[in-house]
């Protein structure tokens, strides 16, 4: 298995994601995205679609 955050980090830092169960609280979903990097913003928003949320990874080539 390869790790895809190898080939990919350098130009992916936002993830779009949507149809998770309604009963996940916030930090539950967060959660499962943690272990691939320093997230930077982490929102779940809603539209006349329904909820999605946007997962922003903070740029590892950056010093903070």
């Not at 930077?40 to 740029?59: P, Q, R």
């Amino acid at each position: 298995f390869r790790d895809l955050r190898d080939g990919f980090g350098s130009f992916i830092d936002k993830l779009y994601f949507k149809n998770y169960p309604n009963t996940m609280q916030d930090h539950e979903i967060r959660a499962l995205f943690e272990p691939f990097g320093r997230i930077e913003v982490f929102t779940i928003k809603s539209n006349e679609l329904g909820e999605f949320g946007i997962v922003k990874y903070a740029d590892a080539t950056k010093d903070d």
